[in-house]
């Protein structure tokens, strides 16, 4: 596939999880309008647990109400899968997309989203895999990188989360995704040294361009943001989400 398609990047840094939401309806809006190319956002979230929309409040396995004394946020989202832990450490992507300029399968989407992941964890040595029956990527037998997507009209958001120099220890609080019978791993843990975010970003976004075909357009967020509000001149956005 050629690289013909424009894709913007914008590394977001860190930010609240329900701030990034918030910013990813923005864009879907606009991208499902033609107002905007496909966007793929980069970011680190504050910790966070989060229930896709077919999770199972049993998996978590900490008391809501000692969530907070931790400094954990929990949201329910409409995105697909279980539970599963965001934080400092994790690069988070979030690819708004609109599949009729690429192809109509939601399958074949999140087997694309994989191979990104694959692609990305080669040149540190790392054969990622998929594994049979689950949605993800798999290091050694332990999940590196959980997705969870939400398509409406062939426009997607939401995404994955790769575990870099993730805490892992987050991850004791909750059932991850539901699976009982696997562990959870980084980059980190797998090479035995801490990595450096920009550089396992940039991966991610050479992965994009060779498994879709897009050229990667790099914004700064103030950029962006300029941009994507030139986009809702005509209609501004209210969106709020239940948070506990």
């Known amino acids: 596939m050629g690289s013909s398609k424009t894709m913007y990047v914008v590394n977001l840094g860190h ?3 329900k701030e990034c939401w918030d910013l990813q309806c923005r864009v879907f809006k606009a991208r499902s309008t033609g107002a905007m190319v496909d966007t793929l956002l980069l970011t680190e979230h504050n910790h966070t647990y989060t229930i896709g929309r077919t999770g199972d409040t049993n998996h978590l396995l900490e008391r809501e109400e000692d ?3 931790r400094g954990i946020r929990l949201y329910f989202n409409d995105r697909g899968g279980g539970i599963t832990y965001h934080g400092p450490g994790q690069c988070v992507g979030y690819p708004i997309f609109d599949l009729r300029g690429h192809y109509f399968d939601l399958h074949r989407y999140l087997r694309d989203l994989e191979e990104v992941i694959i692609r990305t964890l080669c040149p540190f040595g790392l054969a ?3 594994m049979e029956g689950y949605t993800g990527v ?3 037998g332990e999940k590196i990188c959980a997705i969870g997507i939400k398509s409406s009209r062939w426009v997607t958001m939401h995404g994955f989360a790769l575990n870099v ?3 892992l220890s987050f991850f ?3 059932i991850p995704c539901g699976i009982f019978e696997r562990g959870v791993t980084s980059l980190q843990k797998c090479l035995g040294r801490t990595l450096d975010m920009l550089e396992t970003a940039r ?3 050479a992965g994009f ?3 879709f075909g897009v050229r990667a357009h790099e914004l700064v967020p103030g950029q962006f943001f300029e941009l994507l509000e030139d986009c809702e001149k005509e209609e501004g956005v209210q969106i709020t989400h239940e948070v506990v």
């Open 15 to 17: 930010t609240d999880y």
């Open 67 to 69: 969530l907070g004394a």
């Open 128 to 130: 990622g895999r998929r």
């Open 138 to 140: 798999w290091v050694g």
């Open 165 to 167: 120099n993730t805490d």
């Open 172 to 174: 004791d609080g909750i």
């Open 203 to 205: 991966g991610i976004v």
């Open 209 to 211: 361009e060779s498994v």
